[in-house]
Structures are given as C-alpha cells and as structure tokens.
C-alpha cells in the first residue's frame, strides 16, 4: 500500500523517523502559526485603536506586522518541509528561515512604532 500523506514529495522520501523527531517538528510549525496570528493581530489592533501617534509611521508599522504574519505560515510550511526531509534523509537539520525574516521585521515595526511615538 503506497504512502497517501500529504506532501508526498517529503513522506515518499527516506525512512520513517522517530516519532518524538516529527512530533516536535509539527509542534514548531503550529507555533509559527500562533506568531502568525499574534503579528496580524498586533497590526490590526495598532491601526484600529487609532492611538494618538504620528499616523503614516502607525499605518506603516501595522502593514508590516499585518505582512509578516501573512508571509510566516508560508516559511514555517517551507521550514517544516526542509525539517522533515533532513529527518527522513538522515541529514544535518536546516537553519530556520524565519528567524532573520522576523527578527528584522518586528525591529523595523519598532521602529516605525517608536518614529511614531516621537513624531506625534
């Protein structure tokens, strides 16, 4: 009987790994969602309260909150990909994409919300 999951292009490849490996693997992803929702929820709440700051560097500090929480269930899939197919294949694991993509997106967010805070 063939391997129905899904992605077949990772579960067709290698062996099966430890469980705990995969588990763990599937729990990193969930909590990239969790950030997901909590970057999308920071940016809307920051346009909606409408707080008395500067409001051009307010709106640019929502959008890039609002867009790095649309741009992160796409990397963790990827980095959950990339995971498991090191875990099936033997290999080194992959150093995470999103911890760069985020880290400099939530600085730069804090900093147009610090801009805006100064300016206001």
């Known amino acids: ?8 292009s990772v579960f067709s490849r290698g062996t099966e790994p430890d469980a705990r490996f995969t588990l763990a693997n599937e729990r990193t992803f969930l909590a990239w969602i969790r950030t997901s929702l909590a970057l ?14 500067h409001a051009g560097f307010r709106l640019a500090a929502s959008l890039t ?3 790095i929480g649309i741009l992160t269930p796409a990397l963790a899939w990827v980095g959950w990909m990339r995971t498991e197919l090191a875990l099936r294949e033997g290999r080194p694991l992959p150093a995470s994409l999103l911890g760069v993509v985020l ?9 147009l ?4 805070i100064v300016l206001r």
């Not at 009987?1 to 077949?8: E, K, L, N, V």
């Not at 880290?103 to 900093?111: D, I, K």
């Open 1 to 8: 009987m063939s391997d129905r999951r899904f992605p077949r």
């Open 40 to 53: 999308i929820a920071g940016g809307v709440a920051l346009e909606v309260l409408g707080l008395d700051l």
């Open 65 to 67: 909150l609002v867009c």
């Open 103 to 111: 880290g400099c997106s939530v600085t730069l967010a804090g900093f």
């Open 113 to 116: 919300v610090l801009l805006a």
